[in-house]
Structures are given as structure tokens and as C-alpha cells.
């Protein structure tokens, strides 16, 4: 099966995180953590950037990683690295997104998350 290298940003802000509801495609509607594939020559950390900047015209600064999710969809192998970051400066635009909640510890279940993130969100609680 084809892997896909994926990064996404867990955007914090004081204890609360950023999640975005996908705008289009398969997933539509999903919840997901902002990020997308790594381009050839990229390193994690500069794709990651580079994706928030495309998605939500924000800079970012990509601190520790959380941990790297393995899932199976049906059609492709997910490798996706989770990063804690923070924003340097924007306004998290919403350029693709359906959808965007901060989301305290308490509300971290309130919406329908990607099937790849259910085990990270269990490793955040
Ligand atoms: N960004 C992101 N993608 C996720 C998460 N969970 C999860 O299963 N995925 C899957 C959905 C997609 O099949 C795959 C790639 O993400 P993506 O669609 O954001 O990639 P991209 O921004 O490069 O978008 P595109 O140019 O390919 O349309 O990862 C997540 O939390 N964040
Ligand atoms: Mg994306």
C-alpha cells in the first residue's frame, strides 16, 4: 500500500488547541489538526510551516514533536508527525477550511475527528 507523509500542526494557545473541519475532498467534514503532505526536499518542520501559511495565512513556530500517528485507510498508509506550535503572527484565516474551534481539554471529543486522530486525541486527554 502507498504511504502518505503527512505533518500536522496542534496549535496551542494557553490549554487550549486549534482544529479545523476539512473543506473538501473524501474526508469533508472531518476534524483535523491543519497540515498536509511533505513535498520532496522538505523538511518536516518547513513544510508544516509552509502549509499553515497556505491554509491559514499564519506563521508558525514548530516546536516539540507529539508523537507520529501510523493509520491504515483503506486506499493509502497515513504517517503523519504531530507537532506542538504556536502562532507567530496572522489571524488563522480559514483559505480552505470548512471550520475552525479552540478546544479545551473538556471540549476535545465535542466534534467528529478523523479516524487517523482519534488515538492522538487520546494521547493529548
Ligand atoms: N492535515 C491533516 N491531514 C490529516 C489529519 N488526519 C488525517 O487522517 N489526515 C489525512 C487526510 C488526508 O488524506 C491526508 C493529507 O492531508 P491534507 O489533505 O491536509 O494534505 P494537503 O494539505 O497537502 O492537501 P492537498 O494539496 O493534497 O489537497 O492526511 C490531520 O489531523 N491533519
Ligand atoms: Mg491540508
Redesign the pocket.
Known amino acids: 500500500m502507498k504511504t ?1 507523509k ?4 496542534v496549535i496551542r494557545d494557553g490549554d487550549k488547541i486549534f482544529a ?1 473541519q ?1 473543506g ?4 469533508k467534514g ?8 511533505i ?1 520532496e526536499g522538505e523538511t518536516p518542520q518547513e513544510a508544516l510551516k509552509r ?1 499553515i501559511m ?2 491559514l495565512d499564519t506563521e508558525i513556530e514548530v516546536g516539540e514533536l507529539i508523537d507520529t ?1 501510523e ?1 491504515d ?1 483503506p486506499d ?1 498508509h ?1 504517517s ?1 508527525g ?1 507537532y506542538w506550535c504556536s502562532v507567530v503572527s496572522g489571524d488563522l484565516v480559514l483559505k ?1 477550511h470548512e471550520a475552525a474551534r479552540w478546544l479545551g481539554k473538556d471540549e476535545l471529543m465535542d466534534v467528529e ?5 482519534v488515538e ?1 486525541i487520546g494521547k493529548l486527554l
Open positions: 502518505i503527512v505533518v500536522a500542526a479545523t476539512r473538501y475532498g473524501d474526508l472531518g476534524w483535523e489538526f491543519p497540515g498536509g503532505k513535498e502549509e497556505e491554509e500517528i493509520y485507510y493509502f497515513l503523519m504531530c480552505e475527528w478523523l479516524p487517523a486522530d492522538l
